[in-house]
């Protein structure tokens, strides 16, 4: 039975009334209703959530006391997966065979990542005749989109307790009802009070007072790059660390030789995961002018085998974008390209059903790089498919936006597509339809973030070195 009347935040291992009065209406995307409401919190909510995470920081924490930490939470969770999936599909309207998948399995899988990675993590080291210990970094102010709810919120809440911090977040207006879904697995692992923390409410109120708490050590981020300035400024005047995870406009490069079948397919799907609002999407789809028209029937094929319709029908790929704001953006996005002169192979702006925030899969041709569509994230099913002449001027498209995140390589074998990968600027790539790997480090390049999450790099983050000096005599070592 999902409870989506939410009126409390969880602080200091209790649910207690918000300081203001303010709720955010909770809007299902397919049928433009509220569906329920969370509390608006206030900058004493935060306050409250920060002293509560600094009471329950203690620097020497276990490493058993950790893992226990982190193995409750998960059995936790993984009991209300399916549960979650439902909230997912109802609040952000991803189609319930996606929630059921993408959205819940994976974040499981990360969450397991994370347990592996703390096991071999080294906490410890010596360095001639010092000994480096590696201590939890404080209190963390998590702060997370709508696109994955409960991915995001697993990305940060889980390495923060491996590494032994503690959490205040703040999720996202638009898809907070996953979250408290999310956060009675935490209650249910009895953690201690305060260890996680949960504020919902606005970015301008709860984010801006979590960026720039000064009893916040960590800021971890997700979202726009355009936001996440503004975390980071907020963040830099009480000199805390800042991990950023931002936007996106990924390169599926398709080299003379590569599978081209196979590319088209496996990009389109790509492009269109989660109705496009995925920031890994490949968005921008390069291929040879030498088979520019033969690419082009293949990838309208491909994107007219994505029904878009009811997230609740197995048969639908697309659900509808996320909020009337996304829809907004998306359309602009579509009519804008048209304007600029880029060719329409399918889909387009106008509205598809009378009902629900939906976009047609929409793919363009003839994008010219250097055009919006070019540059810039969508967050929607858009694609923008563009010729190049040979490998420099692929690799020169590829590298030509602010962005650096995901991206592909299809090239005739896997060496020829590995020498192309490593000019390309981005965090991580597949090649060949390589797959995506929970415990490798994730994150961006460029104006896509600072920082990497998963892998152990994550508890390098969340950890700092302190340096003991031992005497030379006990350590028996000489200077170097
Ligand atoms: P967003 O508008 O930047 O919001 C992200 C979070 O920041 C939300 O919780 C939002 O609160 C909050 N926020 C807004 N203004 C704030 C402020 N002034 N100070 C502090 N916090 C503030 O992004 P979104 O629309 O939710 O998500 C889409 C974006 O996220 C895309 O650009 C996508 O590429 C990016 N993304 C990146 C990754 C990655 O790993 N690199 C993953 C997923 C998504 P509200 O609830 O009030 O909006």
């Not at 209300?80 to 952000?92: S, Y």
């Not at 102010?141 to 205040?168: D, E, F, R, S």
Request: aromatic share 8%.
């Amino acid at each position: 039975m999902h409870n989506y009347e939410r009126t409390t935040l969880f602080i200091d291992g209790q649910w207690v009334t918000p300081a203001g009065t303010d709720a955010i209406e909770v809007i299902d995307p397919s049928t433009e209703k509220a569906i329920g409401s969370a509390p608006g919190g206030t900058a004493a909510d935060v306050d409250a959530a920060v002293a509560a995470a600094r009471r329950a920081f203690d620097p020497l924490i276990t490493v058993a006391e950790r893992r226990e930490r982190v193995a409750a939470v998960i059995a936790a969770m993984e009991k209300r997966l399916p549960d979650i999936a439902e909230t997912i599909t109802r609040e952000m309207g991803a189609p319930l065979r996606i929630a059921q998948t993408v959205q819940t399995q994976v974040p499981l899988a990360v969450a397991r990542g994370f347990a592996d990675v703390l096991d071999a993590f080294e906490f410890e080291e010596r360095a001639g005749h010092s000994l480096i210990v590696r201590e939890p970094y404080g209190v963390v102010g998590a702060i997370t989109p709508w696109n994955y709810p409960l991915y995001q919120v697993v990305a940060k809440v889980l390495p923060a307790i491996a590494a032994g911090c503690t959490v205040v977040l703040k999720p996202s207006n638009e898809a907070p009802l996953s979250v408290f879904e999310f956060i009675e697995a935490v209650e249910e692992a009895g953690l201690p009070a305060g260890v996680v923390n949960l504020v919902s409410g606005s970015g301008r109120v709860v984010g801006e007072r979590i960026a720039s708490h000064p009893g916040v050590d960590f800021v971890s981020f997700t979202g726009s790059t355009g936001v996440g300035q503004r975390v980071a400024e907020l963040a830099a005047q009480s000199v805390k660390k800042v991990a950023l995870e931002l936007g996106g406009k990924s390169a599926n490069v398709i080299l003379d030789g590569g599978d081209l079948a196979t590319a088209v397919k496996v990009g389109v799907g790509n492009a269109f995961l989660n109705g496009g609002q995925t920031c890994m999407a490949w968005t921008r789809m390069l291929v040879p002018a030498s088979r520019y028209g033969e690419a082009l029937d293949l990838v309208e094929a491909a994107a007219s085998k994505y029904k878009v319709g009811d997230p609740w029908d197995p048969a639908t790929r697309i659900g509808p974008s996320a909020s009337a704001a996304q829809y907004k953006i998306v359309r602009g996005f579509i009519e804008r390209a048209h304007r600029e002169g880029a060719r329409l192979i399918t889909g387009g702006a106008e509205k598809i059903r009378d009902t629900g925030y939906y976009v047609a899969p929409t793919v363009f041709a003839d994008v010219d790089p250097d055009s919006e569509l070019g540059q810039e994230e969508v967050f929607g099913p858009v694609l923008a498919v563009i010729g190049f002449s040979d490998e420099a001027d692929a690799l020169r498209i590829a590298n030509g936006t602010p962005y650096g995140l995901s991206g592909a390589v299809w090239a005739k074998d896997t060496d020829s597509a590995i020498a192309f990968a490593r000019g390309v600027q981005t965090g991580q790539l597949d090649i060949n339809g390589g797959m995506y790997n929970p415990i490798a480090p994730f994150g961006g390049y460029k104006k896509s973030g600072i920082g990497r999450e998963t892998h152990k790099m994550i508890l390098e983050h969340l950890t700092q070195k302190k340096n003991i000096f031992i005497s030379m005599t006990e350590s028996k070592v000489g200077l170097y």
